[in-house]
Nanobody, 117 residues
Framework: QVQLAESGGGLVQAGGSLRLSCAAS??????????MGWYRQVPGKQRESVAS???????NYGDSVKGRFTISRDNAKTKVYLQMNSLKPEDTGVYFC?????????WGRGTQVTVSS
């Protein structure tokens, strides 16, 4: 069993920054083997991948956030972070922490990020 919990969302003006955190608990062996990532979702749109990081440290970013967002993982692999800089109104959405191992996905409950103009 794995549980994910996001924190750090809030309201910020365009151009500002936020740092999201995801804390993983449960089976350490499963957590350490998972690819971790951040997704965001706006009502009426599909959930989209923002950033991901594998257990080996390989990182991918969505095109819309490249150069502005940074994903990282602590040494114990139990926490994942998303540093968001130069935020834009279109970054607004609910951000979900995701953990994937084989075909099994684990999700947090989400944290709201709102960027005002």
């Amino acid at each position: 069993q794995v549980q994910l919990a996001e924190s750090g969302g809030g309201l910020v003006q365009a151009g500002g920054s936020l740092r999201l955190s995801c804390a993983a608990s449960g089976s350490f062996n499963r957590i350490s083997a998972m690819e971790m990532g951040w997704y965001r979702q706006v009502p009426g749109k599909q959930r989209e991948s923002v950033a991901s990081i594998t257990r080996d440290g390989s990182i991918n970013y969505g095109d819309s956030v490249k150069g502005r967002f940074t994903i990282s993982r602590d040494n114990a692999k139990t926490k994942v972070y998303l540093q968001m800089n130069s935020l834009k109104p279109e970054d607004t959405g609910v951000y979900f922490c995701n953990g994937r191992i084989f075909l099994q996905d684990y999700w947090g409950r989400g944290t709201q990020v709102t960027v005002s103009s």
